[in-house]
T-cell receptor, first 109, second 115 residues
Framework: QQPVQSPQAVILREGEDAVINCSSSKALYSVHWYRQKHGEAPVFLMILLKGGEQKGHEKISASFNEKKQQSSLYLTASQLSYSGTYFCGTHDSWGKLQFGAGTQVVVTP | EAGVAQSPRYKIIEKRQSVAFWCNPISGHATLYWYQQILGQGPKLLIQFQNNGVVDDSQLPKDRFSAERLKGVDSTLKIQPAKLEDSAVYLC?????????????FGSGTRLTVV
């Protein structure tokens, strides 16, 4: 079953912050985050493993709460280059990576 | 390192015709995935290979879709016959292991339009 992402879309001005949430009805082993720009392939940002760790990629960070089966992606001091669609992918114990429907992020000057 | 190569980049066919997509993963990556991405949706896994064996094909419409990975390297995905609802971007990805703690590298995809 695919994870649920929210919000569906967000518009930011440069320098603003945003949070994207990803939740699953199943117990999760890991969560992936990818960014896809229009007409391009999804690009891997980071992976979070069971254990509640938090990771960062430049000014983009994420957390994973395995008890709540949720992950959040934090865009801090957003830059124009952050625009794109962000997908979370979740692995349950069966190992198949299921993607959410995506969150479109638009950063304006 | 070279990325995941896919071809063709675009393909337009009529319904009921057949089409094939090719993927060359990153050298040394044992696991290869084919995903279907319909406009406005997240990628959906069609099939996963570990070397040249199938790990998961539970979401592959086997009456019309087939895939193979000969010699555990290149892979081909075929659709025969195509339907209008097969219009999508077909993404190939690879990773170094089946373990769930490695990210995937995606190719640029093949955009299929069925008319």
């Amino acid at each position: 079953q695919q994870p649920v992402q929210s919000p569906q879309a967000v518009i930011l001005r440069e320098g603003e912050d945003a949070v994207i949430n990803c939740s699953s009805s199943k117990a999760l082993y890991s969560v992936h985050w990818y960014r896809q720009k229009h007409g391009e392939a999804p690009v891997f940002l980071m992976i979070l493993l069971k254990g509640g760790e938090q990771k960062g990629h430049e000014k983009i960070s994420a957390s994973f709460n395995e008890k709540k089966q949720q992950s959040s992606l934090y865009l801090t001091a957003s830059q124009l280059s952050y625009s794109g669609t962000y997908f979370c992918g979740t692995h349950d114990s069966w190992g198949k990576l299921q993607f959410g429907a995506g969150t479109q992020v638009v950063v304006t000057p | 390192e070279a990325g995941v190569a896919q071809s063709p980049r675009y393909k337009i066919i009529e319904k009921r015709q057949s089409v094939a997509f090719w993927c060359n993963p990153i050298s040394g990556h044992a696991t290869l995935y084919w995903y279907q991405q319909i406009l406005g949706q997240g990628p959906k896994l069609l099939i996963q290979f570990q070397n040249n064996g199938v790990v998961d094909d539970s979401q592959l419409p086997k009456d019309r879709f087939s895939a193979e990975r000969l010699k555990g390297v290149d892979s081909t995905l075929k659709i025969q016959p195509a339907k209008l609802e097969d219009s999508a971007v077909y993404l190939c990805a690879s990773s170094s292991l089946t373990a769930t703690n490695y990210g995937y590298t995606f190719g640029s995809g093949t955009r299929l339009t069925v008319v």
